[in-house]
């Protein structure tokens, strides 16, 4: 073997500090290009709050935004384009609830109004606090309280297994169940609650009427 042979142990030790070079030089610059760092609330690193919009029935799909009053313009065709930013404020003030209530009326007696009506929305934490998923349709729900209007099913969701409050609009009522499919413990159709109680982060599948 010659003095410019392969030796193992020298080309290992050459490639050694190459690779770690290529490693720093290629992945620090993606990493932080790709993953802004995320704000700090009291010293831990929080997620950003990001509220969804879910339609239901024909075409069905999902949008997130960061910002809530956005979330709800989405949801209602533009036709609330000035909601508070705190969900909480939203679902406590009777003069939005009216507004988005006003909406399936206009719905219901002159076929006018926008195409996307909200029937609840959904809160990640107790006290109508925290992420939100606003759920929509394009008509509000029937006067009957037995029949079974429209579902939806969470696995494989990231709200599986989050909701800890809700509101129903529209006439709409919602029944949470434990399991996928509408199996294992309920709620029973309710029009809202702040506290799921025993619910609290258990639901898998919605039923509205
Ligand atoms: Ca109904």
Redo the contacts with the bound molecule.
């Keep these: 073997m010659t003095k410019s042979g392969k030796n193992p142990l020298a080309v290992r030790m050459l490639l050694i500090p190459v690779l770690l070079m290529f490693g720093l030089t290629v992945a620090v610059p993606a990493h932080a290009a790709t993953e802004p760092p995320a704000p700090e609330i009291g010293g831990f690193t929080a997620e950003p709050v990001t509220h969804c919009v879910k339609r239901l029935g024909e075409g069905a799909r999902t949008t997130c935004h960061t910002s809530f009053r956005e979330a709800i313009s989405v949801a209602t065709d533009g036709r609330i384009p000035d909601a508070p930013e705190d969900a909480r404020s939203f679902v406590k003030d009777p003069v939005y609830t009216a507004r988005v209530n006003e909406l399936g009326t206009e719905r219901s007696q002159f076929g006018t109004s926008s195409a996307s009506l909200i029937v609840s929305i959904e809160y990640q934490l107790t006290g109508h606090r925290g992420l939100t998923l606003t759920y929509t349709n394009p008509t509000p729900?029937?006067?009957?309280?037995?029949?079974?209007?429209f579902s939806d099913d969470l696995t494989g969701d990231g709200w599986d297994n989050k909701i800890s409050a809700f509101q129903g609009y529209n006439?709409?009522?919602v029944n949470h169940f434990q399991l996928s499919g509408f199996g294992g413990e309920s709620t029973g159709f309710r029009n809202g609650s702040g506290n799921l109680g025993w619910m609290d982060n258990r639901t898998t599948s919605l039923l509205?009427?």
Excluded at 141 to 149: I, L, N, Q, R, W
């Design positions: 729900c029937t006067s009957s309280k037995s029949d079974v209007e006439g709409c009522y509205w009427t």
